[in-house]
């Protein structure tokens, strides 16, 4: 189950009656070309085909403007849609962050480690397919860190530590497209 924002599917549902009207558009355009063609066969068979075909010269003219402002307003419309769409994908990074410090402090009581673990990014809007795909890694880096880079209470006290270990996961954007952990 994915949950989205009503004001979302319904950025979406604008997007698609745009590109409703669009069709409809196109529609006429080919009812208008197919006119066109009916009008260069009449011009061959007219006598004075030269005249004939300067006349459909203006339609012509009109059909190429009309088709370049419909192909911008395509490409806006879809571009429009492709870009809502991948809005609706992206979700907080927090459905990935906020299982991590239970797990850390199962694990460190497991072992008997004291952890004290802290997430920072779980604002962050994330394309579900990355989090997705960070989801197992993130796992294996707490699991290591717990393992490996803490010490049970004892041998921090022994080196001057204080008795329970920090482990801090934090999310943040680098550049558009781009995540650091």
Not at 36 to 63: C, F, H, Q, T
Not at 157 to 176: C, D, S, W, Y
């Amino acid at each position: 189950t994915i949950r989205l924002a009503t004001d979302e599917l319904d950025a979406l549902l604008r997007r698609g009656e745009e590109l409703l009207s669009i069709k409809l558009a196109a529609d006429e355009w080919v009812t208008r070309a197919e006119a066109l063609g009916d009008g260069l066969r009449r011009a061959r068979r007219a006598e004075d085909p030269d005249a004939a075909l300067r006349s459909l010269e203006g339609s012509v003219r009109e059909m190429l403007s009309g088709l370049r402002r419909d192909r911008r307003t395509i490409a806006t419309a879809v571009d429009g849609l492709l870009d809502q769409a991948r809005r609706v994908r992206m979700m907080p990074a927090s459905t990935v962050l906020d299982v991590l410090p239970l797990m850390a402090r199962d694990l460190a009581q497991a072992q008997g480690k004291l952890v004290a673990f802290t997430t920072n990014g779980g604002e962050l809007l994330v394309d579900r397919r990355v989090l997705e795909a960070i989801k197992d890694p993130l796992i294996h880096m707490v699991r290591n860190a717990v393992d490996h880079g803490i010490e049970p209470p004892d041998e921090r006290a022994a080196a001057g530590k204080p008795p329970q270990g920090t482990i801090t996961a934090t999310l943040q954007p680098l550049e558009r497209g781009r995540l650091e952990l």
